[in-house]
């Protein structure tokens, strides 16, 4: 049996030459290369990109409700200054971790006001997808500067 520093030197010497072999991971031309700003490294349940936009996009709305973990985003009514007798209410829901265009929902109510009273109004589909499409590639645009910038 050999003393113990031979066998601590062995073991070490052993040790050294296998650690460059596991960080290769072995046949990793196959695997892609790590992406820092993918969309899934978030430290909420849903994706952070899209979470982001949606909160800058509604930045300017009252918000009643807001749930990362769940990705639901609930404004209160907001009458536009320059078309008060008319106010909008709007849920965006992310529902993945992926950035996709079908990770996101928004729905909206608008109302309208006749003789005092505030009355439900058909919100256009047009509005509804307008503000997707906004959220969106300002989620792609955070995406993109945090890439650009490791």
Do not use: H
């Amino acid at each position: 049996m050999r003393p113990l520093s031979a066998r601590l030197r062995a073991t070490a010497i052993v040790l050294m030459a296998a650690l460059p072999l596991a960080a290769c991971g072995g046949g990793s031309k196959d695997r892609p290369k790590a992406d820092l700003a993918a969309a899934k490294i978030t430290t909420i349940g849903v994706n952070s990109y899209l979470w982001r936009a949606s909160l800058e996009t509604l930045s300017f709305m009252p918000l009643v409700q807001t749930d990362s973990n769940g990705g639901v985003i609930v404004t209160d009514w907001y009458a536009n200054p320059n078309s008060p007798s008319e106010r909008m209410k709007l849920t965006v829901t992310i529902l993945d971790q992926d950035l996709r265009a079908d990770a996101l929902r928004v729905a909206g109510s608008r109302q309208v006001n006749q003789g005092g009273q505030w009355v439900d109004a058909p919100l256009q589909a047009a509005t509804v997808q307008k503000l997707e499409e906004i959220i969106l590639t300002k989620a792609r645009d955070l995406r993109r500067m945090a890439i650009t910038s490791q």
